[in-house]
């Protein structure tokens, strides 16, 4: 189990970008896939992005590919999130989360830890 902490979240107008961090408890982060997902109050949480071991394999919602850029630093760790080209319907609680394994899996039921969540609000 790893604890994890997210921030960088805020509001911002449509087109502007955030960068969102999320900080990992523990000697043991590079075992972990790492995983960003959102939700929006009266939806579903959703996946964003995920990103393997070494950074080699990384997977994107079709609804942010090109936009969203997920990477991580094992040396800090931490894994980020930079989001470009906001848009309104962008806006959920954004939450962080880890799993033991060696893909970046889409399945929100397959990550065992998660962070607190930080808010992104994108304006029109």
């Known amino acids: 189990q790893v604890q994890l902490v997210e921030s960088g979240g805020g509001l911002v107008q449509a087109g502007g970008s955030l960068r969102l961090s999320c900080a990992a408890s523990?000697?043991?982060?590079?075992?972990?896939?790492m995983g960003w997902f959102r939700q929006a109050p009266g939806k579903e949480r959703e996946f964003v992005a995920a990103?393997?071991?070494?950074?080699?394999?990384?997977n994107y919602a079709d609804s942010v590919k090109g936009r969203f850029t997920i990477s991580r630093d094992n040396a800090k760790s931490t894994v980020y999130l930079q989001m470009n080209s906001l848009k309104p319907e962008d806006t959920a609680v954004y939450y962080c989360a880890a799993r033991r394994g060696s893909r970046p899996s889409s399945n929100v039921n397959e990550y065992d830890s998660w962070g607190q969540g930080t808010q992104v609000t994108v304006s029109s």
């Open positions: 990103i393997s071991w070494s950074g080699g394999n990384i």
């Open positions: 523990g000697r043991t982060f590079s075992v972990y896939v």
